[in-house]
């Protein structure tokens, strides 16, 4: 194995899951090469940033944060500073030509060449670009370094191929590709024997998995049946893959939790074929009924757009209609941001960025108003908990999650990080519920 003449590193992440999930296996690789991480910017010989390009905002944060790097390594100049991720795909040009005090630039599927890349810019002296997409690589016989918590990011798929209008991953993450069952169970039985109770299954269309003959639900009930799997969590998928025999396969297993995040993005016909969602309103109404139908305790989630190009009041009104009728129990609401490569950003009808943030608040209100009413509805109800973390607010609470992902704040009584308790709701305010452990007296 190489040796670089680099000793401490810090790794900062931004983004998705699936990108917290690549830098522990990044994390993984910088370990292996007796690298040692830290957390002080001023103490670090190498600064990675793994990035994500799916709204301008979230681009502007890392440009910012560049602009602190640079300042550092003004007074440092063998400070190595690595761009990873999905902005290292999308402006590798426009990093290299203006920034060029970047030393590395890698997309998703290059971190197997971090330590010959790190090699080769000391050699070399300058910036090293690797933004070749793969359509192989998932990584599979790697092992990511995980932070000691009760939950393991599992990736299972990369990619994506549905090529939504307004949406810049399948540019920047590439074509789909899934691992195999084996693999992924491999991986799952060490993350138990290393102490995690909780598993989450990644992909950025974790439902389209698909390894020869094998399906998601297929994958499912295999990491259903590993002992001491307590809990499983899958996001983020796509609602034409959300099918009747999915719902079952999470109904008939209790360590499958009955929560489905299901990306709305408008309620409007119109739109969602503008948008190339591939489903209908009506469709996605009823598939949102069938969720509960099969799962009636089910968590439901979603995300939605304001202001596509060309969105009209009536057309976001009918995406609050649908809201009003299927009522989530949270939703990730954004503002449109027009993205490179998309087909979006072609469209002539941009909407104003004063109608955006209007919407934006009406239908934030709305939410709030929907999370209460069905937070509401559960007191009274007995929940199971996996215990978290201690409260933020209370050192003598803790708090944990509901199989339904909803935040419940309990007394510390005898319990442990890790434990599933019985909890009795007895208070919901806004997202939070607070309740009672049922204690065996
Ligand atoms: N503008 C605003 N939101 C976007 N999303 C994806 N692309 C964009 C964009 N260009 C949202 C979608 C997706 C979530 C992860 O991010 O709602 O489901
Ligand atoms: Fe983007 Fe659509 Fe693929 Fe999700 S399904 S990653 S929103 S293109």
Redesign the pocket.
């Known amino acids: 194995m190489e040796t670089l003449p680099i000793k401490k590193f810090v790794l900062e992440t931004y983004g998705?899951q699936m990108n917290t999930a690549d830098s522990e296996l990044v994390e993984g690789i910088l370990l292996n090469l007796g690298l040692e991480k830290t957390q002080d910017l001023h103490d670090a010989d190498a600064i990675f940033l793994n990035t994500c390009a799916?709204?301008e905002n979230a681009e502007v944060k890392v440009h910012s944060r560049l602009g602190n790097l640079h300042k550092i390594k003004r007074s440092k100049p063998h400070l190595i500073i690595g761009v990873l991720g999905c902005m290292a795909q999308n402006l590798k040009d426009d990093l290299l030509k203006n920034k060029p005090y970047v030393d590395i630039i890698l997309g998703p599927d290059s971190y197997r060449n971090i330590p010959k890349l790190m090699n080769r810019h000391l050699t070399e002296k300058k910036s090293i670009v690797d933004t070749k997409l793969s359509r192989y690589e998932v990584y599979e016989d790697m092992f990511p370094s995980r932070g000691d918590t009760f939950n393991a990011w599992v990736s299972i798929m990369r990619g994506c191929d549905k090529f939504?209008s307004?949406?810049?991953v399948p540019f920047t993450r590439g074509r789909e590709r899934s691992r195999s069952v084996d693999s992924v169970v491999t991986e799952v039985k060490k993350a138990v024997d290393q102490g995690f109770v909780e598993i989450t299954l990644l992909g950025q269309n974790v439902n389209s998995y698909k390894h020869e003959k094998q399906s998601f639900a297929d994958l499912l009930l295999a990491v259903s049946d590993i002992p001491g799997v307590k809990r499983i969590r899958y996001t983020?998928p796509h609602p034409q893959d959300i099918n009747v025999e999915l719902l079952e396969v999470m109904a008939s297993r209790t360590n499958i939790c009955n929560y489905v995040h299901f990306?709305m993005?408008s309620g409007s016909n119109e739109l969602l074929k503008r948008m190339n969602r591939t489903y209908t309103r009506e469709h996605f109404y009823y598939m949102a009924e069938k969720i509960r139908e099969i799962m009636p305790n089910c968590g439901l989630s979603t995300?939605?757009?304001v202001g596509f190009p060309g969105e009209t009041d009536e057309q976001f009104r009918e995406t609050l209609d649908l809201m009003e009728k299927i009522k989530f129990n949270t939703a990730?609401t954004?503002?449109?941001?027009?993205?490179p490569y998309?087909r979006?950003e072609q469209f002539s009808d941009q909407i104003s960025e004063q109608v955006k943030k209007d919407r934006l608040d009406e239908m934030l209100i709305l939410q709030r108003k929907h999370t209460l009413e069905l937070n509401l509805q559960k007191v009274g109800n007995f929940e199971q908990v996996l215990i978290e973390k201690e409260s933020k607010k209370s050192a003598d609470h803790w708090a944990g999650r509901t199989d339904s992902n909803e935040w419940v704040i309990v007394e510390k009584n005898h319990s442990k990080i890790k434990d599933i308790i019985p909890v009795e709701i007895t208070e919901a305010s806004g997202v939070i519920l607070r309740g009672k452990e049922i204690t065996g007296a």
Do not use: H, V
Not at 334 to 339: C, G, I, N
């Open positions: 998705c799916i709204r939504c307004f949406c810049i983020s990306p993005q995300d939605i757009i990730f954004f503002k449109y941001s027009s993205r998309t979006a």
